[in-house]
């Protein structure tokens, strides 16, 4: 994640931390190789995810949102303990095509809820999973958004964006972001 160092902390619009925080991490596990997505971007062991200051974006009663591939549930549960986030429940991206494995063939991608302080949802019908189509590699369905903001508050920040959402603050190595981990200064 280098460039991002020098761009200036922004937290204008949420001065007391960000209330949502959804992140899609380029987890190592399971991920170099001929297939993995190392093909496509630059990955980060579980340790480094955990490691980033995370914590210090987040308000004391907050939600995270964490992507997780199957082979990395363990290690994003970790994660988000790493962050200051308790895990809660998890909503199932089932994919509509067969994908690779080396056991099972791998047609999901799970999204991992965690709460830090005491932060209700807003929202106490959604389900736990997601019937969502495949886009580009890693592209996570947008239908995402809808069902945090339908049970999360804002302000909202995605971490690892390659893209932006109206309403959302990002930080990542694909768009230009609104806050600065500092990861020089940890």
């Not at 922004?10 to 380029?26: I, K, S």
């Not at 308000?59 to 988000?80: C, E, K, Q, Y």
Request: glycine share 10%.
């Amino acid at each position: 994640m280098s460039g991002l160092a020098d761009r200036p902390l922004c937290r204008d619009r949420a001065p007391n931390g960000y209330r949502t925080l959804l992140a899609d991490p380029p987890w190592e596990i399971s991920q170099i190789g001929a297939w993995g997505a190392s093909r496509h971007y630059a990955l980060l062991s579980s340790d480094k995810i955990a490691a980033l200051p995370v914590r210090r974006l987040a308000a004391a009663d907050s939600h995270l949102w964490l992507w997780v591939t199957n082979a990395a549930i363990f290690a994003g549960r970790a994660v988000m303990e790493a962050w200051g986030f308790g895990y809660r429940s998890c909503l199932t991206w089932i994919k509509p095509r067969y994908g690779l494995g080396p056991y099972l063939r791998n047609q999901t991608e799970h999204l991992l809820f965690g709460v830090r302080g005491k932060a209700p949802v807003r929202f106490h019908g959604q389900g736990t999973w997601l019937y969502a189509p495949l886009q580009e590699h890693s592209h996570k369905p947008e239908e995402q958004y809808a069902v945090i903001e339908r049970c999360s508050p804002g302000p909202y920040l995605e971490l690892f964006a390659r893209r932006r959402q109206p309403g959302w603050d990002v930080w990542g190595d694909e768009v230009a972001s609104d806050v600065d981990l500092n990861l020089e200064s940890g």
